[in-house]
């Protein structure tokens, strides 16, 4: 009786793998925030200013007939605080994929084993975990400031989400943007261009009823304004949830869609090392 040796090379399953790819790279990432905690607070330094400083100014605000809101103007403007920040925070990581190339770092993990979609998701996973962290701070500096939050923990848990959500879809863009141009300057650009105007024309600082009828227009098609009004009625008395989760799905799909093209901006980026 003969024996038969199959010679043919075993495949290793490539779930565990990626996910152990994404846990160890993601791990790196986390390692170098924690060493360097400060870059962490000095991101909400900004926020906070801003919080504060418009919580003080327009304060009055909230009195003017029609506002109808029922709270502090500071806790009104807690979610656009935390939208502003989760934009801005994520915008700049474009920086961070421009220094690993031009330090090579990048090009030494293609040429790795490592999966290449777990590279990019332990950036996202690492951005997520930031605007978790910076979004918690601005809460409880509201907390501490007066801001009272009636829908609870759960409001909050919601806030964090749409924040990540938004994160991650700027997050994703200043990646392809970083890939395409390796241009500090133009991710820059992107920033300021985006940034304030995208904050003006949303209800981060004022209610929508008092923007003009093309503001309000916009403001209703910008993803920053879908993320201030997610938190802001999740974190009130009366959550109209179904408005909330319509919201809420349109940023998961502009999230999603980001991630689309900056993996397939790397895919491209890997193929031309």
């Given at each position: 009786?003969?024996?038969?040796?199959?010679?043919?090379?075993?495949?290793?399953?490539?779930?565990p793998a990626?996910?152990?790819?994404?846990?160890?790279?993601?791990?790196?990432?986390?390692?170098?925030?924690?060493?360097?905690?400060?870059?962490?607070?000095?991101?909400?330094?900004?926020?906070?200013?801003?919080?504060?400083?418009?919580?003080?100014?327009?304060?009055?605000?909230?009195?003017?007939?029609?506002f109808?809101?029922?709270?502090?103007?500071l806790?009104?403007?807690?979610?656009?605080?935390?939208?502003?920040?989760?934009?801005?925070?994520?915008?700049?990581?474009?920086?961070?994929?421009?220094?690993?190339?031009?330090?090579?770092?990048?090009?030494?993990?293609?040429?790795?084993?490592?999966?290449?979609?777990?590279?990019?998701?332990?950036?996202?996973v690492?951005q997520?975990?930031?605007?978790?962290?910076?979004?918690l701070?601005i809460?409880?500096?509201?907390?501490?400031?007066?801001?009272?939050?009636?829908?609870?923990?759960?409001?909050?848990?919601?806030?964090?989400?749409?924040s990540?959500?938004?994160?991650?879809?700027?997050?994703?863009?200043?990646?392809?943007?970083g890939?395409?141009?390796?241009?500090?300057?133009?991710?820059?650009?992107?920033?300021?261009?985006?940034?304030?105007?995208?904050?003006?024309?949303?209800?981060a600082?004022?209610?929508?009823?008092?923007?003009?009828?093309?503001?309000?227009?916009?403001?209703?098609?910008?993803?920053?304004?879908?993320?201030?009004q997610?938190?802001?009625?999740?974190?009130?008395?009366?959550?109209?949830?179904?408005?909330?989760?319509?919201?809420?799905?349109?940023?998961?799909?502009?999230?999603?869609?980001a991630?689309?093209?900056?993996?397939?901006?790397?895919?491209?980026?890997?193929?031309?090392?």
């Amino acid at each position: 009786m003969t024996a038969t040796i199959d010679t043919r090379p075993s495949v290793a399953d490539p779930g565990p793998a990626f996910l152990s790819d994404t846990w160890w790279l993601t791990g790196r990432k986390l390692m170098a925030l924690v060493r360097q905690p400060y870059v962490l607070a000095f991101s909400v330094v900004q926020p906070a200013i801003w919080l504060f400083l418009f919580g003080e100014l327009f304060h009055k605000i909230i009195d003017i007939p029609g506002f109808a809101y029922h709270g502090s103007y500071l806790a009104y403007l807690i979610p656009g605080i935390v939208a502003m920040n989760a934009m801005s925070g994520n915008m700049w990581s474009g920086m961070a994929m421009i220094e690993e190339i031009d330090a090579g770092t990048l090009n030494r993990f293609l040429v790795t084993p490592a999966s290449r979609l777990a590279i990019m998701n332990a950036a996202v996973v690492e951005q997520a975990v930031s605007t978790t962290v910076q979004t918690l701070i601005i809460v409880a500096l509201g907390y501490a400031g007066g801001a009272r939050y009636p829908g609870g923990a759960a409001g909050i848990v919601v806030l964090v989400l749409a924040s990540i959500l938004v994160g991650v879809f700027w997050g994703g863009l200043s990646n392809m943007t970083g890939m395409l141009l390796r241009s500090r300057e133009a991710i820059i650009g992107v920033y300021t261009f985006f940034m304030l105007p995208l904050m003006f024309l949303s209800s981060a600082f004022i209610q929508p009823a008092f923007m003009p009828g093309w503001m309000q227009a916009i403001a209703s098609r910008n993803p920053l304004n879908w993320e201030v009004q997610i938190g802001r009625d999740a974190l009130a008395a009366s959550t109209d949830w179904a408005a909330v989760a319509v919201r809420m799905g349109g940023l998961l799909a502009l999230a999603l869609v980001a991630i689309a093209i900056s993996v397939t901006t790397f895919r491209s980026y890997a193929k031309n090392v």
